[in-house]
């Protein structure tokens, strides 16, 4: 319980990678591309991206992309949004970036069915040609086209007037106007106002006291108030306060023993409470979760862009 | 994924699930190739219901059930009666769906997609989400959908608060119905609609609402955010205003016109070497506008120039509380002394508005007497005398003298006055007058304590021109707080911070024991800067700003501070101490960029460089929250570390004096590379820089 069984995750996350014969991987086949970036960025985080081989998870990755130019969650499936940006995240983590061609990046940008063309009037996102709108789908396009340093394809003053017009008097923000504040959206709002210079629209202490009293007593987070805490909140909740300069406002000492106490460290893994069944999910923002509060041996995690640091460091101030 | 058991499988289930799984396998298998082959046939799209019924989460299944839709709704030519019944088939899948997932978004939204066609009936739709939020009244999902349905229906605000109403009266520990209600309300408030026009009644209605939530279980938190809304709807001002400004109303203002002084000088003597005077204006909230034209300044020499006013914001907004601009001052003939009356008039002109959209109607005017000497080199003056030291002894107490009655003076007109603000409507008062009895019963619990301190505090932001009351009952309930809920115990203590400091400011009396003469032996009194000390306060966060704004030299040490936001408005500064503290990071130190006299910093003895993660990263002005071009960030400056951080803030300061010693970044390369960026500078850690 005392420490982070860091082997034995990943050795968890390289089994899950291979597993195709159990319940949970055929349900979740949908959203591989998701699976790939958090066991991906979970590797990295602990210093082992290189036990994979890169080479044939890009070949996939690839065989994932439509002509429209977005990805999809898995071969044969339609593409949205959510899968484009994790597709992008792990070719980031890899630094092959420029596998993306530049033919193909312009027609990813300006085409009808990819990220810049899914905006919308009122600067709103939707997902995909459905056209499902939510403030996760702002932050992954400003994340997403941030990463790939064409930001400037969108419009991006409405695009933080929408995410605006989702605030609310909490000061959360939810998935559409008059939403109700969830630490999910939360995160997606703040990190896309950050990523755009616009964190002034955010009041930091009324904000900061909701997130901060979102730690229960058992030391872990819940998403929103009279909630069950969650370990995928020491991401959401956490990386929101740590962009806002308000994490000091909890007790790091005891989310930490929280998540710790998450493990499965017979067979590696984390879950979202003490005791549950782990998945790839959990154990992403548990570790990207101990990051944030500097525990030893795991790197540093970029609290807006959910990568290594290093890796943003080298997209945006690299030679 | 979630509230799943951790156990390991049997054998003997571990065989049934495997062969469940290779069931789905196989069903998904051929469900994609229907959908890449457009296959639209009755088996193909039972197949793909069959398959949402086991997964609802896989999203290709419901795009390819819109195009099947579509394509039948094609084909039978608009039938009503076929519609109806394609359509209706599609609110089955999604109920089924439903039922194994109440929170896929996929389902939901194919729901919403169908109910867009306009066929189907709301009647019906608002019946199914009520046996949904019966079920589980905190469904975001069922909450966004019934704010769809409300509006396709074109409910009013009125029936939709009513129905908050009703979810609250079945149980009060429900945040979305709170939610909701604040939503509705703030509309019905804005658009003035019939019986909530007063914010009086209706505030007092809900706080009466809102008071047995809190009551009931004072750990349920449902209740504390809505309370906490409606304590800033009761004192928040409306309207835009001048809190505070440099130089203060009825200031006498002495200025060297030449640049000799090169450190720092008394009260009311002035240094610039670039000979600029600032002019700061700090008002009540953010506002946008300010400029020549909204801004008037006149004084006795000529300003052909139209002054520019910028907003001390990190942001390319061009919104901010705190504006400044600066005067250039001409220079005076030898032994001469000019005296001028300078006039500033904020907002006689309309223009001024805050980001709220409330245009400043309340014009004020200051004016302040400028006197330009050109002060003969006194020796013992020179520009090069030794470097500041924060010790205790070199400070003295400030004995305010005869010759200098403009501190006093200054320090008893901090805070302007504003008419809007006498006539201080009493509604609010009364309100936070009776909340305060009311809630003094609930003292034994956290929510008691806070909010007592937070209407205490209330009371006297309804009140500025008068010396806070309260305080030290207020400061208690932070300490109480600290000790009750250890987990936010920096919450509290950022608090107790915050009314300390305006405690500390709230007086003359109390200013001017905190200040001190900087006694060099190399200089004389006369002429000798004076410091405002606020070191060993044990304080975490920083406030009070517009009762600062004549500050130069500020040591802040000894306390517990991680950030200096609100500091730019401080445009005097030309000393500043930050030497133990808490600092992480020079993100931390963005506010230093604003702030062009300062000379003098010590940041030495903090914990910069002793931290991987970066807690002001987006908060500063740089290429990765792209308020900063990568043009601007030039190599050559570069050792092979990278200190961009440390670049930023210093590449444009004309320090003379830096500190950094006792931080985990300090080492021979980063003093190197400081010294290439900071060609002014005569100090280093205490050893002159050649």
């Known amino acids: 319980m005392g420490e982070l069984a860091a082997d034995k995750h990943v050795k968890y996350i390289l089994a899950v990678e291979k597993r195709k014969d159990n319940f949970e991987s055929a349900v979740l086949e949908h959203l591989r591309m998701n699976g790939a970036y958090w066991g991906l960025t979970t590797l990295d985080l602990l210093g082992k991206l290189d036990a994979v081989d890169s080479n044939e998870i890009i070949e996939w990755i690839l065989k994932c992309q439509h002509e429209s130019g977005g990805f999809a969650g898995n071969v044969g499936h339609d593409p949205h949004i959510l899968y484009t940006l994790s597709a992008i995240q792990v070719l980031a983590l890899f630094d092959k970036l420029n596998v993306l061609d530049v033919d193909k990046v312009s027609t990813c940008i300006l085409d009808e069915s990819d990220i810049a063309g899914l905006q919308n009037e009122d600067g709103s996102f939707s997902g995909d040609i459905w056209g499902e709108v939510d403030t996760r789908f702002s932050y992954i396009a400003i994340c997403g086209l941030s990463i790939l340093k064409c930001l400037d394809k969108i419009n991006v003053e409405r695009a933080v007037n929408y995410i605006i017009s989702c605030r609310n008097v909490d000061g959360g923000f939810g998935c559409t106007p008059g939403g109700e504040s969830h630490a999910g959206q939360i995160f997606c709002c703040v990190a896309a106002l950050a990523i755009t210079g616009a964190l002034h629209y955010v009041d930091k202490d009324l904000l900061g006291w909701w997130l901060c009293e979102r730690q229960v007593k058992s030391g872990g987070l819940n998403g929103r108030p009279e909630k069950l805490p969650d370990v995928c909140y020491s991401w959401w909740v956490l990386s929101s306060l740590t962009m806002i300069d308000r994490v000091h406002w909890i007790s790091k000492e005891k989310l930490i023993k929280f998540i710790l106490n998450c493990q499965d460290t017979e067979n590696g893994g984390i879950s979202d409470r003490p005791d549950d069944a782990v998945d790839i999910f959990h154990t992403y923002f548990g570790v990207a979760g101990l990051s944030l509060l500097e525990y030893p041996g795991v790197k540093a995690v970029d609290p807006a862009y959910a990568l290594p640091v290093d890796v943003v460091d080298r997209i945006f101030f690299g030679k | ?690």
């Open chain 2, 1 to 690: 994924m979630h509230g799943r058991p951790r156990k390991p499988l049997k054998p003997v289930d571990e065989a049934a699930v495997a062969a469940k799984a290779e069931k789905l396998r196989a069903l998904q298998s051929e469900f994609l190739s229907n959908h890449q082959n457009k296959i639209y046939s009755k088996e193909a799209v039972e197949l793909s219901a069959k398959l949402l019924e086991i997964n609802p989460e896989l999203y290709t299944a419901w795009n390819y059930r819109k195009l099947a839709v579509q394509q039948n709704l094609a084909q039978c030519e608009s039938d009503p009666e076929s519609v109806n019944s394609i359509l209706d088939e599609e609110l089955k899948v999604v109920e089924n769906a439903l039922r194994q997932n109440f929170k896929s978004y996929g389902a939901w939204h194919h729901r919403k997609w169908v109910l867009e066609k306009g066929h189907s009936s709301m009647d019906k739709e608002l019946g199914l989400l009520d046996k949904f939020q019966a079920m589980d009244a905190r469904n975001f999902h069922a909450w966004n959908y019934r704010r769809f349905v409300a509006a396709l229906m074109k409910r009013s605000d009125e029936d939709e608060l009513e129905h908050t109403q009703n979810m609250i009266d079945k149980n009060l520990s429900n945040y979305s119905a709170w939610h909701n209600r604040s939503v509705l309300l703030s509309n019905l408030m804005k658009k003035a609609a019939p019986g909530f026009t007063s914010k009086d009644e209706v505030l007092t209605r809900e706080y009466e609402l809102v008071r047995e939530a809190l009551f009931t279980d004072e750990d349920d938190q449902s209740g504390w955010f809505y309370h906490l809304w409606l304590l800033d709807q009761t004192v928040r001002s409306e309207f835009p205003l001048l809190v505070s400004s440099w130089p203060v109303e009825g200031s006498d203002i002495s200025l060297p016109a030449a640049d000799y002084l090169d450190g720092c000088a008394s009260m009311n003597v002035f240094h610039y070497s670039s000979r600029n005077f600032p002019l700061v204006l700090y008002f009540n909230q953010s506002v946008r506008g300010v400029n020549s034209s909204t801004v008037s300044v006149s004084c006795g020499f000529n300003l052909n120039i139209d002054l520019i006013w910028k907003p001390l914001s990190s942001t390319d907004s061009q919104s901010a509380k705190v504006w400044a601009t600066h005067l250039a001052i001409p220079d005076a003939e030898l032994h001469s002394s000019e005296a001028y009356q300078v006039e500033v008039k904020v907002g006689f002109s309309q223009g001024i508005v805050s980001t709220t959209g409330v245009a400043y109607s309340h014009p004020s005017q200051i004016s302040f007497q400028l006197h330009l000497q050109k002060t003969p080199l006194e020796s013992g003056q020179d520009s090069r005398f030794g470097r500041i030291q924060w010790k205790d002894d070199c400070f003295a107490v400030y004995e305010p003298g005869s010759a200098e009655p403009d501190l006093v003076n200054l320090l008893d007109n901090l805070t302007i006055k504003n008419e809007v603000e006498s006539t201080a409507s009493t509604w609010q008062a009364r309100i936070i007058d009776d909340e305060t009895n009311i809630f003094r019963d609930l003292l034994d619990c956290k929510i008691g304590k806070l909010t007592v301190a937070r209407l205490l505090t209330a009371y006297n932001s309804l009140r500025p021109l008068d010396k806070p009351v309260h305080c030290k009952e207020v400061l208690e309930l932070y300490s109480e707080l600290m000790k009750l809920d250890p987990s936010h115990y920096q919450y509290y203590k950022d608090n107790h911070s915050l009314v300390l400091l305006q405690q500390v400011t709230s007086s003359k009396e109390s200013l001017l024991s905190r200040c001190f003469h900087y006694r060099d032996s190399t200089l004389s009194t006369n002429g000798s800067p004076l410091c405002l000390r606020l070191n060993n306060l044990a304080i975490s966060q920083l406030g009070s700003f517009e009762k600062l704004l004549w500050v130069q030299m500020l040591d802040l040490s000894n306390n517990e501070l991680q950030s200096i936001e609100g500091l730019e408005a401080l445009q005097l500064l030309s000393q500043l101490c930050l030497s133990n503290n808490k600092f992480r990071s020079f993100t931390a130190l963005e506010s230093l960029r604003y702030l062009k006299s300062l000379k003098v910093l010590d940041i030495s003895q903090n914990e910069i460089g002793s931290h991987s993660i970066d807690t002001t990263r987006y908060l500063f002005r740089s290429p990765l929250s792209h308020s900063v071009g990568s043009c601007d960030w030039n190599i050559n400056y570069l050792s092979s570390e990278t200190y961009w951080e440390a670049f930023f803030v210093l590449k444009d300061m004309g320090l003379t004096q830096l500190d950094v010693a006792g931080n985990a970044i300090t080492s021979k390369s980063f003093n190197v590379f400081l010294e290439k960026l900071l060609p002014t500078l005569k100090w280093l850690d205490g050893v002159e820089v050649n």
